[in-house]
């Protein structure tokens, strides 16, 4: 479609975001809104090797929508050297975009693949669209392979599915002309009618950031010094603590429901509760908690059982 068209068009890094949403304004195009947590590196001193993480698919929204009347939604992590002087390297987690009605998909961008032209560079995805189920964990990753002698790097993103391993596909880039010199950790960023109310157009349960590492060439664990920026960061946030049926998980958050998408007024929580774990989906298939139950959930202590609703492919229970 012609709005779809649009944000491929005028889709860009964090970096050039307010002057590329005016551009796309003017153009008539569907516009941009982003946050993210984000770190700077000294590409000068510091060649980074490899950058890793995890984030789970968060339940979809309430409303689908239409690309003139919801948001198409895109949410990753990301390698960047400095704004227009090199590529943005993405595994993308997007909603109506590229995939069916009511479903998630996952695929590897890169800004800054060659065009017709050298002055000319455009966005450009790997051609897979993983559909990936909600309250997936993805595991992701960027690697630096090396540098040709023109002067080029080659590196490799990609994704894994940890409930589906299958469902995993890696890119590996040619050109890239400068060392990272930003990393981006949770990273949401909305396209469309930003008018309609956030609640139902933006996912119905909270997307979290954990086991991020990143390291040099050399093997030197580099500190991780998030920031949070973007247009708004109400509801983003880079020094997440979440303990989990013991379990602890540090990271990044980006929260958009009240109470995590559970019902108001309804006392149920997204939150490890022991007696509840299996029936609320609290436990990984490796048997270790996870960073957020599937469903909403609570103990009825009176009937003695678990109560539960608003899960993957809402149903309700």
């Given at each position: 479609?012609?709005?779809?068209?649009?944000?491929?068009?005028?889709?860009?890094?964090?970096?050039?975001?307010?002057l590329?949403?005016?551009?796309?304004?003017?153009?008539?195009?569907?516009?941009?809104?982003?946050?993210?947590?984000?770190?700077?590196?000294?590409?000068?001193?510091?060649?980074?090797?490899?950058?890793e993480?995890?984030?789970?698919?968060p339940?979809?929204?309430?409303v689908?929508?239409?690309?003139?009347?919801?948001?198409?939604?895109f949410?990753?992590?990301?390698?960047?050297?400095?704004?227009?002087?090199?590529?943005?390297?993405?595994?993308?987690?997007?909603?109506?975009?590229?995939?069916?009605?009511?479903?998630?998909?996952?695929?590897?961008?890169?800004?800054?693949?060659?065009?017709?032209?050298?002055q000319?560079?455009?966005y450009?995805?790997?051609k897979?669209?993983?559909?990936?189920?909600?309250?997936?964990?993805?595991?992701?990753?960027?690697?630096?392979?090396?540098?040709?002698?023109?002067?080029?790097?080659?590196?490799?993103?990609?994704?894994?599915?940890?409930?589906?391993?299958?469902?995993?596909?890696?890119?590996?880039?040619?050109?890239?002309?400068?060392?990272?010199?930003?990393?981006?950790?949770?990273?949401?960023?909305?396209?469309?009618?930003?008018?309609?109310?956030?609640?139902?157009n933006?996912?119905?349960?909270?997307?979290?950031f954990?086991?991020?590492?990143?390291?040099?060439?050399?093997?030197?664990?580099?500190?991780?010094?998030?920031?949070?920026?973007?247009?708004?960061?109400?509801?983003?946030?880079?020094?997440?603590?979440?303990?989990?049926?013991?379990?602890?998980?540090?990271?990044?958050?980006?929260?958009?429901?009240?109470?995590?998408?559970?019902?108001l007024g309804?006392?149920?929580?997204?939150?490890f509760?022991?007696?509840?774990?299996?029936q609320?989906?609290?436990?990984?298939?490796?048997?270790?908690?996870?960073?957020?139950?599937?469903?909403?959930?609570?103990?009825?202590?009176?009937?003695?059982?678990?109560v539960?609703?608003?899960?993957?492919?809402?149903?309700?229970?």
């Amino acid at each position: 479609s012609k709005a779809t068209v649009s944000v491929l068009n005028c889709r860009i890094s964090c970096d050039t975001m307010a002057l590329r949403y005016t551009a796309c304004l003017l153009a008539g195009a569907l516009c941009a809104s982003a946050s993210h947590c984000a770190m700077k590196i000294d590409r000068q001193h510091t060649t980074l090797k490899r950058f890793e993480g995890k984030m789970n698919v968060p339940i979809y929204p309430i409303v689908e929508g239409t690309h003139n009347g919801g948001r198409i939604i895109f949410i990753w992590p990301g390698v960047n050297p400095v704004a227009r002087t090199g590529g943005l390297l993405q595994p993308v987690l997007s909603a109506r975009q590229g995939c069916a009605p009511g479903k998630w998909c996952m695929t590897n961008w890169y800004s800054n693949c060659p065009a017709n032209t050298k002055q000319h560079r455009k966005y450009c995805t790997d051609k897979h669209n993983t559909v990936v189920e909600e309250n997936d964990v993805i595991a992701w990753f960027f690697e630096y392979q090396g540098t040709f002698p023109n002067g080029t790097a080659q590196w490799t993103e990609g994704y894994r599915s940890v409930n589906h391993p299958h469902k995993a596909h890696n890119f590996t880039i040619y050109y890239e002309t400068h060392n990272a010199s930003s990393i981006f950790g949770a990273t949401v960023e909305t396209w469309g009618n930003h008018g309609q109310p956030r609640d139902t157009n933006m996912p119905d349960s909270p997307v979290f950031f954990w086991d991020m590492k990143a390291w040099d060439i050399h093997g030197k664990a580099l500190p991780m010094h998030w920031k949070a920026g973007g247009k708004s960061t109400d509801n983003i946030d880079c020094h997440m603590k979440r303990v989990q049926g013991g379990k602890t998980f540090t990271g990044h958050s980006i929260h958009w429901s009240p109470m995590d998408g559970c019902a108001l007024g309804s006392n149920m929580t997204r939150d490890f509760d022991a007696r509840c774990a299996k029936q609320c989906g609290c436990v990984a298939p490796d048997g270790t908690p996870k960073v957020m139950c599937d469903f909403c959930c609570k103990y009825d202590a009176a009937a003695g059982q678990c109560v539960s609703d608003r899960g993957p492919g809402r149903h309700k229970h």
